[in-house]
């Protein structure tokens, strides 16, 4: 059918939104903080919630969100090349939290709140250190390797409190392939109502 959209443009759609989501908000964040927080001892980013929701939505997919969250904070920081690696590689770590979606599946990891937060908490876990690894293997020093973790905290909180939101929400913290077929089916159920 004409105007009909497939799965593959509403992937890409989808992922194009959440790519501008996380170039918009991670710039305003790394831009108010090299400005006017610079000499602050923590960061904050939302790199890994916007990847943890991708990923629950798309799977492996999301690597370019984690890509692109790096891409982002070093532009606007005006980072040196080997912190672009150091940001863009480690972030991909991250991904290594696809392991619950795997065990659990990706609807009870959904509906139980502790395990979207352990989730959620592991994806950042994973970028901080992926970040750690990358700068060590390119000749950092392993303290410098530690602030990778230590200044990142609060952002924890805000990848915690952003997939405890996001869960709640029809649809946006859910495989869309399963989201699709269920909100197809609802439309079928409701037709075949009357």
Same mark, same amino acid.
């Given at each position: 059918?004409?105007?009909?959209?497939?799965?593959?443009?509403?992937?890409?759609?989808?992922?194009?939104?959440?790519?501008?989501?996380?170039?918009?908000? /991670?710039?305003?964040?790394?831009?108010?903080?090299?400005?006017?927080?610079?000499? /602050?001892?923590?960061?904050?980013?939302?790199?890994?919630?916007?990847?943890?929701?991708?990923?629950?939505?798309?799977?492996?997919?999301?690597?370019? !969100?984690?890509?692109?969250?790096?891409?982002?904070?070093?532009?606007?920081? !005006?980072?040196?090349?080997?912190?672009?690696?150091?940001?863009?590689?480690?972030?991909?770590?991250?991904?290594?939290?696809?392991?619950?979606?795997?065990?659990?599946?990706?609807?009870?990891?959904? /509906?139980?709140?502790?395990?979207? =937060?352990?989730?959620?908490?592991?994806?950042?876990?994973?970028?901080?250190?992926?970040?750690?690894?990358?700068?060590?293997?390119?000749?950092?020093?392993?303290?410098?390797?530690?602030?990778?973790?230590?200044?990142?905290?609060?952002?924890?909180?805000?990848? =915690?409190?952003?997939?405890?939101?996001?869960?709640?929400?029809?649809?946006?913290?859910?495989?869309?392939? !399963?989201?699709?077929?269920?909100?197809?089916?609802?439309?079928? /159920?409701?037709?075949?109502?009357?």
């Amino acid at each position: 059918m004409k105007g009909q959209m497939t799965v593959g443009r509403y992937r890409a759609v989808d992922l194009s939104l959440f790519a501008l989501m996380l170039i918009v908000f /991670e710039t305003v964040i790394v831009s108010a903080a090299t400005k006017w927080f610079p000499s /602050e001892p923590y960061t904050v980013s939302l790199v890994a919630a916007i990847t943890a929701i991708v990923m629950m939505r798309w799977g492996i997919w999301a690597a370019l !969100h984690a890509v692109v969250g790096g891409i982002v904070f070093c532009l606007v920081s !005006h980072a040196t090349g080997r912190q672009y690696a150091v940001y863009c590689a480690g972030n991909l770590l991250g991904l290594g939290a696809l392991l619950w979606i795997r065990l659990w599946g990706a609807e009870r990891l959904r /509906e139980d709140s502790l395990k979207s =937060l352990l989730y959620a908490f592991t994806v950042l876990l994973l970028m901080q250190l992926g970040r750690a690894a990358v700068a060590l293997l390119l000749g950092a020093k392993p303290e410098a390797a530690v602030g990778f973790i230590t200044t990142d905290v609060v952002s924890y909180l805000f990848t =915690l409190l952003i997939v405890w939101i996001v869960r709640r929400l029809d649809g946006v913290f859910e495989d869309q392939i !399963h989201y699709l077929r269920r909100v197809n089916k609802e439309r079928e /159920e409701e037709k075949g109502g009357f």
